[in-house]
């Protein structure tokens, strides 16, 4: 069972990128992190993934109500193409912690796990670990992203809510959408304010709005990770 600890109240991570410290790596396709009984995580390994050949990395993070399946599905048509390992945790309770709790704890915790085993079996390029997700997964990637800037590289948010930091580091990239009718979470007072705050940090932020709601049309995703990966 994930349990918290109180190093985790700023949603500062522990976990650094390392070379693989076991060749113990599962066959290409989708596996259980194995980090919890009742919420479990997911692994998703591209194929033809080869420890020579190190592999992208992507944290995606569903949204409100939803589980680690759908973390995977946000750029699961894209891994096997593109060489990208995907994890996808899953929040404790009905969304994040910064969401449901109000505070950083258990789910960073989860993140924090997640990312070590996996850095610890599977090569993995240190220019190219992004950490994304869609609406609360969106705002919660945005958390963390910022929060750990000297561990990911970019951040992918598909129509986030808000973005919020006790501590910052580092300067990851961001690439930020948002439907122009979105009724879940307005662009106005969520796209829109977002990529206006973060380019008034100075931070390098990739903004694109399309005609829709509160969804990642396909054209969206592709040209999020055509930037990602670029």
Same mark, same amino acid.
């Given at each position: 069972?994930?349990?918290?600890?109180?190093?985790?109240?700023?949603?500062?991570?522990?976990?650094?990128?390392?070379? *693989?410290?076991?060749?113990? &790596?599962?066959?290409?396709? !989708? =596996?259980?992190? #194995?980090? %919890?009984?009742?919420?479990?995580?997911? $692994?998703?390994?591209?194929?033809?993934?080869? *420890?020579?050949?190190?592999? &992208?990395?992507?944290?995606? !993070? =569903?949204?409100? #109500?939803? %589980?680690?399946?759908?973390?995977?599905? $946000?750029?699961?048509?894209?891994?096997?193409?593109?060489?990208?390992?995907?994890?996808?945790?899953?929040?404790?309770?009905?969304?994040?912690?910064?969401?449901?709790?109000?505070?950083?704890?258990?789910?960073?915790?989860?993140?924090?796990?997640?990312?070590?085993?996996?850095?610890?079996?599977?090569?993995?390029?240190?220019?190219?670990?992004?950490?994304?997700?869609?609406?609360?997964?969106?705002?919660?990637?945005?958390?963390?992203?910022?929060?750990?800037?000297?561990?990911?590289?970019?951040?992918?948010?598909?129509?986030?809510?808000?973005?919020?930091?006790?501590?910052?580091?580092?300067?990851?990239?961001?690439?930020?959408?948002?439907?122009?009718?979105?009724?879940?979470?307005?662009?106005?007072?969520?796209?829109?304010?977002?990529?206006?705050?973060?380019?008034?940090?100075?931070?390098?932020?990739?903004?694109?709005?399309?005609?829709?709601?509160?969804?990642?049309?396909?054209?969206?995703?592709?040209?999020?990770?055509?930037?990602?990966?670029?």
């Amino acid at each position: 069972m994930v349990t918290s600890r109180d190093s985790y109240k700023t949603g500062r991570l522990s976990t650094r990128h390392s070379p *693989p410290t076991t060749g113990k &790596a599962a066959k290409p396709g !989708l =596996h259980s992190l #194995g980090l %919890d009984t009742l919420k479990d995580g997911l $692994l998703y390994v591209p194929k033809g993934y080869d *420890p020579g050949k190190p592999a &992208a990395l992507a944290v995606m !993070l =569903h949204g409100s #109500g939803g %589980d680690a399946s759908q973390g995977i599905r $946000l750029l699961q048509r894209y891994a096997d193409v593109h060489n990208l390992l995907l994890i996808a945790p899953a929040s404790r309770k009905y969304s994040w912690d910064i969401v449901a709790s109000n505070s950083f704890g258990v789910d960073v915790l989860m993140v924090d796990q997640a990312l070590a085993q996996v850095f610890a079996h599977y090569a993995i390029d240190p220019n190219k670990v992004a950490i994304g997700g869609f609406s609360d997964g969106a705002s919660y990637a945005l958390c963390l992203g910022l929060t750990n800037g000297d561990l990911f590289t970019h951040i992918i948010a598909f129509s986030p809510g808000f973005s919020y930091t006790m501590e910052t580091h580092g300067s990851p990239s961001v690439f930020l959408s948002h439907g122009t009718q979105d009724g879940v979470l307005p662009i106005d007072r969520c796209g829109r304010k977002i990529q206006k705050d973060l380019r008034d940090q100075g931070r390098n932020v990739h903004y694109l709005e399309f005609k829709g709601e509160h969804e990642i049309p396909a054209q969206v995703s592709a040209a999020a990770v055509d930037w990602f990966l670029k």
